[in-house]
């Protein structure tokens, strides 16, 4: 059962951060495995067993990632991350095309939402001729979501815009990846086991654009396969 992050692992985090290497990591690999993955793990099957009670059908299973960065991609960077995520998504190779359900904690704070990892150019496509042909499908999501107040529309812009099809879709319409998600500073809710009500919940209401994402998500993914 999940009881909360403590302070402890907000001091781990921070330690990663400014002790990247190999040595540090082995001497506080304990403390990462108690204050910081094991409630991650908690906090995951606690969220996936509520969320997949409501929604059976939907095919997800839950991950949460490793520390240890991928050696082939490290570009500058340590060998381990300084945050940590956990996800709800379709068991698929090319999962990071499809829609997830996140929760991630970092030094900084921690957040919570769902959308793509990297969304394909053909996904994005799909999503604005959508739009073009049927706004009124997204024009009442976007509303629902206006009227929630704690989610935002995250995600890159492109460059150049697509177009302004009206004042309501013209943010959705611009983006060459898309989220919906929240973000906090490390805080009490954090260290508690209220946390938990609180991702579910968040997850239960963002469920419809899951849906919504996932009915484009299909797109470009042969070109991978």
Known sequence: MFTGYSEKTLDFLWGIRFNNNRDWFTAHKEEYLQHLYQPTVDLGQEVYGRFTEKFPNLGLN??????????????????????????????????????????????????????????????????????????????????????????????????????????????????????IGCSRPFDGLLCSPRLADTVTEGFLFLEPYYQYFKSFSGEGLEDLR
């Open 62 to 179: 839950l991950h949460v990632c490793r520390i240890y960065r991928d050696a082939r991609r490290l570009h500058g960077q340590g060998p381990y991350k300084d945050h940590l995520w956990l996800t709800i998504r379709p068991d698929r190779d090319v999962w990071s095309r499809q829609p997830v359900f996140w929760f991630e904690i970092a030094p900084e704070g921690w957040s919570y939402g769902v959308g793509f990892w990297n969304a394909s150019a053909q996904t994005m496509a799909a999503m604005r001729r959508d739009m073009d042909e049927n706004p009124r499908r997204l024009e009442k999501l976007a509303r629902r979501l206006a009227r929630e107040g704690s989610f935002q529309l995250q995600g890159q812009d492109y460059a150049r815009k697509k177009g302004e099809p009206s004042p309501l879709l013209t943010p959705w319409y611009n983006k060459k990846d898309i989220s």
